[in-house]
């Protein structure tokens, strides 16, 4: 999810620690959760700042090594231990160190349910896991956890019972979704009756959804508002020929290959030489794609130059 999101629900979880007569008996102990739930709500996604090596190296080590197995447990060690030592609270590490793993456990499942998927399973394995369940905002949840913030911080209200409901709601509201979700495959599934790989994507809407179906020979995009299925745009498979071929060792093209799970490649002659442009279908929106890598190759097809990233302002959807 979203950064503003994560750091919401991570204050949230303070207040739910607050089950813990541990953490409602002692004040420097409940500060100490809210520092550690906070960082460990966002720990997950200080791989960002790869940003700085270049767009190639984020995909291809956003949402990994930071979010697998043995960070669930790494993070809330490096967070709890500092905390302990600033409030004198090696009495109750055991308390802070669990509340930091739920935090962290917590960002890894979230953004597991939404599209752009995470790696949650190394070291075991490099597969992107994606459920399509929930968009990177959902305001629903959003709203739901900054009213119940105002409750707790402003008005006073109990926290324990205050984000126990809060959190039901919150995880019925995930069941929803995915029942939702589900259903929409099923009208999918039934609308194209083609042998292939369905997707079905959600926005920021409750009923408007967006699909993505690969077949044999082609990829069909578009939408579905409420029960309405809307076919937007058809993408033929291309034949990899030797023009092609000819990008895949660009770093660019390797990163997005790790990453990109609906691919479409496309090829055509300019005026210097030749354009390959290598997509992800699961990122399109209308009849754009939006996500992937441009390589632009001379004549005797020797890479020029290469672009990965978005095709699209940043206000513009799809938003993952």
């Known amino acids: ?42 720990a997950p996604d200080f791989d960002a700042v790869l940003r700085v090596r270049g767009f190639a190296s984020y995909i291809q080590y956003h949402r990994g090594l930071t979010h697998s197995i043995p960070a669930l447990f790494i993070w809330p060690a490096i967070i709890s231990l500092p905390l302990c030592i600033a409030f004198h ?23 597991t349910l939404n599209c752009y998927g995470v790696q949650s399973a190394r070291p075991f394995s490099k597969h992107w896991v ?83 179906v690969e077949a044999d020979d082609c990829f069909y995009t578009g939408k579905i508002v409420y029960s309405k299925v809307v076919l937007e745009a058809v993408y033929p498979k291309e034949e990899r020929n030797t023009i092609i071929q000819a990008t895949m060792g660009v770093d660019g093209v390797r990163a997005f290959l790790g990453f990109a799970q609906r691919i479409h490649v496309t090829c055509k002659v300019v005026k210097n030489g030749y354009e390959v442009s290598w997509s992800d279908v699961r990122f399109s929106h209308g009849r754009k794609l939006s996500f992937g890598v441009d390589v632009c190759l001379d004549r005797e097809m020797k890479v020029v130059s290469h672009r990965i990233g978005w095709r699209k302002k940043a206000w513009d959807p799809p938003f993952v």
């Open 1 to 42: 999810m979203d950064t503003a999101s994560h750091l919401v629900l991570g204050a949230t979880l303070a207040g739910l620690a607050y089950i813990e007569p541990a953490v409602a008996s002692e004040a420097s102990l409940a500060q100490a959760v809210l520092i550690g739930t906070l960082i460990g709500s966002h």
């Open 89 to 111: 609270l090696f009495p109750y590490w055991h308390v802070l160190y669990m509340w930091i793993f739920i935090a962290v456990a917590f960002h890894v499942f979230l953004d």
């Open 130 to 212: 994606h459920l399509d369940i929930l968009s990177i905002f959902e305001p629903f949840l959003f709203v739901l956890h900054g009213a119940g913030l105002v409750l707790w911080l402003l008005y006073e209200y109990d926290p324990a019972p205050l984000f126990l409901w809060i959190y039901a709601l919150t995880f019925g509201y995930i069941i929803l979704r995915a029942w939702q979700h589900q259903v929409r495959v099923c009208r999918i599934v039934n609308e194209f009756n083609v042998s292939g790989v369905y997707h079905v994507i959600p926005g920021f809407h409750l009923f408007h959804w967006r699909f993505v």
